[in-house]
């Protein structure tokens, strides 16, 4: 069999206790350590490519990136010796361009590292006891500087170079703030801390001399060259409970002892264990992270604070909160917010911040959704999607889906997809789960926790146990090849169980191993105790693929319950049902939108005929302004060359005197310039030679000086000597006073001569800048004349330009007023319209009320109203039928006569160009006649016939020039034609419109004169009622036997006029009253119908109106007589 060889291919993890575990490669790519390995991961394309770690590596303690993206540095634990690796980024693959391991000096592992801004020196910390600061030129592998911080292994936990500086650098741990400087080859501490020493977690450069640091007590110093400049202190909102803040790993209590995770940095652990004295309810500053706008840092568990520079001040403000979310797969959805950010990154357009926590996650957030929710907190998004966050206890796989099926310490089952490298199932319980086992088919699965062995289903969105055995602390169990059997082991005794009736068939007695292959031995899958899960491709080591002996595809079926399918379907329901009444409403908005553009439409077809009829008008009065305009402008043209000319000969004279008075001001400075150029020699020579003697006498002085402090140290020495013997208990303290002062007097006689040497080389070359500068100064007196020239005319053209931006600025202010008047009177129109309809809706509900009243009392009259409507009716399609034939002639009379305007045009043109060419042929034939004349003489004839060639071709040009323009009338026309076929198309559409909208109009009419005669057969019946009441008195001797209508007929006598006239005056009153309301009634409908078309823009029919109340009322009197 050919030896294979597994080459990664995805990993699901993150080793969280990296120091700088998390940053951006570029604006889609993230680098972060996971396993043995650093991955590059595309966030758009999901890809991932890996930075293999040396080889018997032990684990990486720490990381960095160049500020040019181009170099990571990894540093590491090799065969228990530390070593620093610098990669190649740009490269593809990354290869190795450094290996720092050889050492001078004593360490055991460096815990943070940090490149210089121009990516050439390396700054790397070591861990306690040595505690050294190393300062690298790592392409050589040279140490520059070497310092120890700390001397009682107090840990140390970030340093970092100044943005602009590679020789500032900063380091904090607990207890110590200090800013150095590289100087003459060592480190040198530019600062001391004052005031009480704080445990600094971490700390950020947010200027080139200015620092935010934060502390394990929620406090943030910002210093500047080493001086406190703000301090804050961050507030915790939510109380905190008592119990740590610390990893699942520390809480859980395992049955089954792991080897627990080697944790090489000192950030996280030792940062908690430094802090335990102090309350853990204060929330500690682990992350800080800088961008444009000012800083942002972790404030506790699950929280990220942003900072923002205060204008005009050098101070920072809370701007917003952004949380880690409440995880709902969780069992309990209050702890994964509970997870302290160990680091923070910026992209590099600032767009994405990214997050790393201390249970494996990552979390990423858009800081354009930061500045929308105002007022609450923001929320992170996983990254990816959720890791384990403690060692992963149980690996499994099946053969009918591309699954893997993990375990862990943090209580939490996943499986995932090897194929699209995707998380599919997630589910947290209450107890740790240490061994796993998928059925071969995909949809079971065994796992063993510290209580139960429990046998669970995989649905399409959960994971369901429906059958537990009392198994406790299973370290393994296994699936059979067929799925029709399983085992678990319990101590040394494995229980062998069946998957048809669920009971347990046998024990066995043995021992336990694990390692794990896919079925179809094409990946390899491996799970580390710092919860990464990797899988590897198989090749054989030709570097092919493993043969797979048959090809079977993968299942795509799942499990779902019952209720979830129901659930599932009413929800389909219910959005089937959304989506019909959401395309009603549509349909409905259409509607209105095509009426109201129908009526926009028609609208701009009447201001378009108007603006056409005014450009008609205006191109006219234009075109006889230009002849008058260019009759002026000849004329001004002419004067404007004289006066040109005459300009001209005045400005020659006046530069030429000019030119003589500049000659002679350029020859008196350059005398001047002469004798400048000899004082300034005079000059140096005299400071050379005073220099020369002044250095003479400084060099003697102080060397007598020099001597006289020797003898007195000599002399001092004696009697320190003296002064040991007698006094031995104050030998130290003169011994050290001493010194200082011969190191101070030697620094000081030793600067004095540096400044010498330095002033004296300084005056050297200010002679040679003054000699420079003479020289320059004649240019730049040149220059500036340049210049002050052309500036003059540029201020002059700055000047026309401000002018005319102020005339645009006042136009535009005008026509912002005009918009604001026009806005102000459509609201005032949209307020009247408003009320208008409500009163409207008024009045309408009391006719809708009178209708209903009159249409009980009318039931039966229907018929014969049915009939008179279906006469109506056929009357209005005849009318109809006569109005769209009008208007159908109207438009065919407008085009006609367009046509004939636009035909008698061109006839005028044509009759125009006929006579120009029948006067242009007789002045040639005049011409050529005289030509004739000399048809003798060959020379003269030549010349004239050379003159006729000269005069008629131009007039032939003049006629091409003619045609050109018929060429335009006819695009002319043809634009025309065609914008008349337009018009006559929107004419159309405006005429189907008044059409659909004249049958509302006509049934309305219907209504009206059906209401009306409803009317007058009302009051007939009213009138016929009261005849029958009268006889009724009549009849009951109540009042007398006369009859209204009797009135009339008999005679009237004086004895029935005392009472029958009084009753039919009181009737005739009270029928004119009805009258005269029912009329004020009609009038008032009309009204608001005439209204109604002026606002919704319908036109009345002509030929169809209501009847008159004059007809009306004719009718009624007649009927009732």
Request: glycine letters at 4%; aromatic letters at 8%; a negative charge.
């Amino acid at each position: 069999m050919s030896a294979v060889v597994a080459q990664t291919l995805h990993v699901f993890g993150l080793r969280s206790h990296v120091a700088n575990n998390i940053f951006y490669f570029d604006e889609q790519i993230i680098i972060f350590p996971s396993g043995n390995h650093c991955v590059k991961y595309n966030v758009d394309q999901k890809w991932q490519k890996f930075i293999p770690g040396s080889e018997k590596s032990q684990g990486m303690l720490a990381l960095s990136i160049s500020p040019n993206r181009r170099y990571l540095a990894i540093s590491e634990t090799v065969q228990e010796k530390p070593a620093i690796t610098i990669y190649e980024l740009s490269s593809i693959p990354c290869r190795k361009r450094k290996v720092l391991n050889n050492f001078d000096f004593q360490v055991q592992k460096f815990i943070s590292m940090a490149f210089s801004p121009d990516s050439k020196y390396l700054l790397a910390q070591t861990s306690p006891p040595e505690s050294n600061l190393v300062y690298w030129l790592w392409e050589k592998q040279k140490v520059m500087a070497i310092v120890r911080i700390d001397t009682q292994n107090n840990p140390v936990y970030q340093v970092s170079f100044s943005p602009q500086d590679n020789t500032q650098v900063c380091v904090t741990g607990n207890g110590m703030f200090k800013l150095l400087r590289f100087a003459e080859g060592t480190l040198k501490q530019t600062s001391f801390q004052r005031g009480e020493p704080q445990n600094y977690l971490a700390h950020t450069w947010v200027a080139d001399d200015k620092i935010v640091v934060g502390t394990d007590t929620g406090k943030l110093f910002l210093f500047e060259s080493g001086d406190q400049r703000w301090e804050t202190s961050i507030m915790v909102k939510e109380p905190t409970n008592g119990s740590k803040s610390l990893d699942v790993i520390q809480e859980s209590e395992s049955l089954i002892e792991f080897p627990p995770v080697s944790s090489p940095l000192p950030s996280y652990e030792q940062m908690v264990a430094a802090s335990s004295h102090s309350q853990m309810s204060m929330p500690q500053v682990f992350a800080i992270a800088a961008y444009s706008k000012g800083f942002a840092c972790s404030a506790g568990p699950g929280r990220v604070l942003l900072f923002e520079k205060m204008e005009e001040k050098d101070f920072y403000r809370e701007s917003r909160e952004i949380r880690i979310p409440v995880d709902p797969q969780s069992n309990d959805p209050s702890q994964s917010d509970k997870q302290d950010v160990l680091c923070l990154c910026f992209s590099p357009s600032e767009e994405t911040l990214v997050a790393s926590t201390s249970k494996n996650q990552l979390y990423s957030i858009t800081m354009s959704l930061t500045e929308i929710s105002k007022g609450e907190p923001a929320h992170f998004e996983y990254l990816m999607y959720p890791l384990h966050s403690a060692p992963i206890t149980g690996l499994a796989t099946c053969i009918r889906k591309p699954l893997i099926a993990t375990c862990s310490l943090d209580r939490s089952i996943r499986l995932w997809n090897y194929e699209t490298n995707t998380l599919e199932l997630f589910k947290e319980y209450q107890e740790e789960a240490y061994s796993i086992s998928l059925h071969p088919s995909g949809h079971f699965i065994v796992v063993g926790f510290a209580d139960k062995l429990r046998l669970m289903n995989l649905l399409i969105d959960d994971i369901r146990s429906f059958k537990e055995y009392s198994v406790r602390g299973c370290g393994e169990c296994s699936f059979s090849n067929g799925g029709h059997l399983f085992a678990a082991v319990n101590g040394n005794v494995i229980h062998v169980y069946t998957t048809t009736s669920l009971e347990n068939i046998s024990s066995l007695k043995g021992h336990t191993g694990k390692m794990l292959l896919t079925f179809d031995d094409q990946f390899l899958l491996t799970a580390a105790e710092d919860g990464c899960l990797f899988t590897w491709k198989v090749f054989d080591k030709d570097g092919r693929g493993i043969k797979r002996e048959r090809e079977v595809g993968f299942a795509e079926e799942v499990l779902v319950t019952k209720t979830d399918m129901e659930e599932k379907a009413q929800v389909m329901l219910e959005l089937k049902t959304r989506v019909e009444e959401l395309k009603m409403e549509n349909e409905y908005q259409l509607r209105l939108k095509d009426m109201n553009y129908s009526e926009k439409i028609k609208e701009l077809t009447d201001k378009f005929i108007q603006e056409m009829e005014s450009l008609k008008t205006k191109n006219q009065v234009l075109r006889t302004e230009k002849e008058k305009q260019d009759v002026y402008h000849h004329e001004h043209i002419e004067d404007l060359l004289d006066k040109q000319s005459r300009e001209l000969q005045d400005m020659e004279c006046c530069n030429n005197q000019k030119l003589l008075l500049e000659y002679e001001k350029y020859q008196e400075l350059q005398l001047k310039s002469q004798r400048m150029q000899e004082e300034y020699e005079k000059q140096l020579r005299d400071n050379d030679e005073t220099k020369s003697q002044a250095l003479e006498e400084l060099t003697e002085f102080y060397e007598a000086k020099l001597q006289e402090k020797t003898t007195l140290l000599e002399e001092a020495q004696e009697d320190v000597r003296q002064q040991l013997r007698e006094f031995e208990e104050t030998k130290k303290q003169i011994e050290e006073d001493e010194d200082r002062e011969i190191q101070d007097i030697k620094t000081k006689y030793e600067k004095k001569l540096r400044d010498e040497k330095e002033s004296n080389l300084r005056l050297k070359g200010e002679t040679g800048i003054m000699r420079k500068k003479f020289s320059s100064l004649q240019k730049e007196i040149e220059e500036r004349t340049n210049d002050i020239e052309t500036l003059k005319g540029e201020q002059m053209k700055l000047q026309g330009v401000i002018k005319s931006l102020e005339k645009d600025i006042q136009g535009l202010k005008r026509e912002i007023q005009e918009r604001d008047e026009t806005i102000q009177d459509k609201e005032k129109r949209i307020y009247d319209l408003k009320k208008k309809n409500q009163e409207l809706g008024k009045f309408k509900f009391v006719l809708d009320y009178k209708i209903k009243e009159l249409k009980k009392q009318i039931e039966p009259r229907e018929n014969e109203i049915r009939v008179m409507k279906e006469q109506i009716q056929e009357m209005e399609a005849e009318l109809e039928n006569f109005h769209k034939q009008n208007t159908q002639l109207e438009l065919n009379i407008t085009e006609l006569w367009q046509k004939l305007r636009a035909t008698d045009q061109e006839m005028r043109r044509e009759r125009q160009k006929e006579r120009d060419l029948e006067a242009l042929v007789k002045r040639f034939k005049t011409d050529l006649h005289n030509c004739v004349a000399y048809i003798q003489e060959p020379r003269l004839l030549k010349e004239k016939v050379r003159g006729l060639f000269e005069k008629y071709v131009q007039r032939a040009d003049m006629v091409e020039i003619a045609g050109l323009n018929t060429d335009l009338q006819q695009e002319y026309t043809r634009q025309r034609e065609h914008l008349e076929r337009n018009l006559a198309t929107l004419k159309k559409k405006v005429v189907k419109e008044g059409e659909l909208h004249r049958t509302d109009y006509v049934r309305i009419m219907q209504e009206n004169v059906s209401l009306i005669k409803e009317i007058n057969e009302l009051r007939r019946e009213l009138k016929f009622t009261r005849s029958q009441v009268y006889d009724l008195e009549a009849a009951l001797k109540l009042t007398k036997k006369v009859r209204p209508q009797e009135v009339s007929e008999t005679e009237p006598s004086r004895d029935m006029l005392s009472t029958a006239p009084t009753a039919r005056l009181n009737e005739q009153e009270e029928t004119g009253r009805i009258i005269e309301m029912q009329r004020l009634e009609i009038q008032r409908l009309r009204d608001q119908i005439q209204e109604q078309e002026q606002v919704t823009g319908f036109h009345t029919l002509a030929g169809v109106r209501l009847p008159s109340l004059s007809n009306s009322e004719v009718d009624l009197e007649v009927k009732t007589n």
